[in-house]
């Protein structure tokens, strides 16, 4: 059964820091590549980073670039993405992505990330 479950989601002040983890089952994980994307009620998902599917290749939505990183480790099957100097609009609900081909993509169930002042 294919399972993407994301974790570290949680409040934090603005300025702060989360790691949020994506582990993966059910899928041979090092061959797809990863995304991750946030959402916000009334608006849509919006892609954040990618990162291949070997992790030597990443790209950042530019809202994000310098303060985010994406990492993964293939013998954990999961997926990392590093947020620092969260600001309020980084709030959203966090999901990772996987690809693998047409046929081949499935969705986490998401977590909370709310920055407060």
């Known amino acids: 059964q294919v399972q993407l479950v994301e974790s570290g989601g949680g409040l934090v002040q603005p300025g702060g820091s989360l790691r949020l983890s994506c582990t993966a089952a059910?899928?041979?994980?090092?061959?797809?590549?990863m995304s991750w994307y946030r959402q916000v009620p009334g608006k849509e998902r919006e892609l954040v980073a990618t990162i291949s599917s070997g992790g030597g290749t990443t790209n950042y939505a530019d809202s994000v670039k310098g303060r985010f990183t994406a990492s993964r480790d293939n013998a954990k099957n999961t997926v990392y993405l590093q947020m620092n100097s969260l600001k309020p609009t980084d709030t959203a609900v966090y999901y990772c992505?996987?690809?693998?081909?047409?046929?081949?993509?499935?969705w986490g169930q998401g977590t909370q990330v709310t920055v407060y002042s």
């Open positions: 059910g899928f041979t994980f090092s061959n797809y590549f």
């Open positions: 992505h996987a690809d693998g081909g047409p046929l081949y993509k499935y």
